[in-house]
């Protein structure tokens, strides 16, 4: 793996960490392999990831379910933590959110199993993705909660190449202005690999496996 670059932001505790490289997922080609497992795994980290989201949510948005993607339930339970505090104006009149995972099925469709699908059905839920860039996983999260009965509430993610997808706004700490030359390739037609640039490594929600 190249040298990891360390992009620092308003928030003194949040740093992204990406690659610049050749670097394949099961979607698309990408030469840029961006790092959240801190964000994903470390209470510090995650929790000031959903400090840093959750703004977008403060009093304009109902959020009843988190639906978390990409391994992001640290994160989500954070969010979750954040927006149900004494003295925090939540529009959720429940006062409590669920914090679910997706199943992921061979064909990369996400299905809920009886006991989840009542914690979408008629609500508002947050989609939480690690990052959003090809937006497969994403479109399936949102085809999902439709399936099941429920509204987006909203997308949220650590790093987002976009402002806005299917119609809904995206709320993200890093965007596109945070990597410009970020690009995402279909493999049959990626300008690396015609001019005979290999693969360093296949990256994921897991993380990456050098070749």
Do not use: W
Request: hydrophobic content about 35%.
């Amino acid at each position: 793996m190249n040298h990891m670059i360390r992009i620092p932001t308003k928030n003194d505790r949040l740093i992204l960490r990406v690659a610049k490289g050749h670097f394949a997922t099961s979607h698309s080609h990408i030469n840029y392999y961006i790092d959240v497992t801190t964000q994903k795994t470390r209470l510090s980290e995650a929790k000031e990831v959903a400090k840093e989201l959750v703004r977008t949510y403060q009093s304009t948005t109902i959020v009843d379910t988190v639906l978390c993607l990409d391994g992001t339930q640290v994160i989500g339970t954070c969010i979750a933590d954040e927006l149900t505090q004494d003295g925090f104006r939540n529009m959720n009149a429940h006062q409590t959110i669920y914090v679910i995972t997706p199943e992921i099925t061979s064909g990369s469709q996400l299905i809920l199993r009886d006991n989840l699908a009542p914690m979408v059905r008629d609500k508002h839920v947050l989609i939480l993705a690690a990052s959003i860039s090809t937006g497969y996983t994403v479109q399936a999260a949102i085809e999902a909660v439709q399936y099941y009965g429920g509204m987006v509430a909203g997308l949220s993610a650590i790093f987002s190449t976009c402002h806005e997808y299917m119609g809904y706004p995206v709320s993200a700490i890093f965007d596109p202005s945070t990597l410009p030359d970020y690009a995402s390739y279909d493999s049959r037609s990626c300008p690396m690999c015609k001019a005979g640039q290999h693969i360093e490594a296949l990256v994921n929600s897991f993380g990456y496996s050098k070749l």
